[in-house]
């Protein structure tokens, strides 16, 4: 299992933007998808965005035209840039890192995000 390390969470006010990034132990090169989940509190975890091996990437219909999910290969990193916050963004975000074949299912541990209005 590859380990993941999330950073970049903080408080900013509605309006603001802030970039997460995930740091992978290992090479993320062959990864399938690199996914972004948020989990609200009182709320289920869902899936903000995710990001193929090819580079393609796709949004939860909540943050399109605001978010923006990147991954450099050469650094092992997967980056979401949020911009337009919202108080509803507020929440903790887990990276996650997907593979079919050898089954790899990794999760980091989170990072705070708290968007004030």
């Known amino acids: 299992q590859v380990q993941l390390v999330e950073s970049g969470g903080g408080l900013v006010q509605a309006g603001g933007s802030l970039r997460l990034s995930c740091q992978a132990s290992?090479?993320?090169?062959?990864?399938?998808?690199m996914g972004w989940y948020r989990q609200a509190p009182g709320k289920q975890r869902e899936l903000v965005a995710f990001?193929?091996?090819?580079?393609?990437?796709k949004y939860a219909d909540s943050v399109k035209g605001r978010f923006t999910i990147s991954r450099a290969n050469a650094k092992n990193t997967v980056y979401l840039q949020m911009n337009s916050l919202k108080t509803d963004d507020t929440a903790v975000y887990c990276c996650?890192?997907?593979?079919?074949?050898?089954?790899?299912?990794?999760w980091g541990q989170g990072t705070k995000v708290l968007v004030s209005s």
């Open positions: 990001i193929t091996h090819t580079g393609a990437p």
């Open positions: 290992a090479s993320i090169v062959s990864i399938d998808i």
């Open positions: 996650n890192a997907r593979k079919i074949i050898p089954t790899i299912n990794s």
